[in-house]
């Protein structure tokens, strides 16, 4: 079992940044792939970026490509979301989530753990 807790989000002006964290417990983080979602208002959930078990493979929704970056700390049992360049388009809950597999996925169907969400709010 794993639980995730995401922390960093608030409110900021387009064309800001913010870091967010996501805690995991648990021994095996280091063995999960991890990913980042996020929900607006009146919105499905939508992929935001992923990372394999090791930080070799990553992918970016094409919305958030060259302006987010994800990375873990398997030390640390935590995982990253950087946000530059901050647009009002970009607020929503962001969640984190784990899957049981080594390997990278776009696909919100495919993760096993999910965070309990973290306001992003970028004012214009």
């Known amino acids: 079992q794993v639980q995730l807790v995401e922390s960093g989000g608030g409110l900021v002006q387009a064309g800001g940044s913010l870091r967010l964290s996501c805690a995991a417990s648990?021994?095996?983080?280091?063995?999960?792939?991890m990913g980042w979602f996020r929900q607006a208002p009146g919105k499905e959930r939508e992929f935001v970026a992923t990372?394999?078990?090791?930080?070799?493979?990553?992918y970016y929704a094409d919305s958030v490509k060259g302006r987010f970056t994800i990375s873990r700390d398997n030390a640390k049992n935590t995982l990253y979301l950087q946000m530059n360049s901050l647009k009002p388009e970009d607020t929503a809950v962001y969640y984190c989530a784990a899957r049981r597999s080594p390997n990278a996925n776009r696909s919100a169907n495919l993760y096993d753990y999910w965070g309990q969400g973290t306001q992003v709010t970028v004012s214009s």
């Open positions: 648990g021994r095996t983080f280091s063995s999960y792939a």
């Open positions: 990372i394999s078990w090791t930080g070799g493979s990553i």
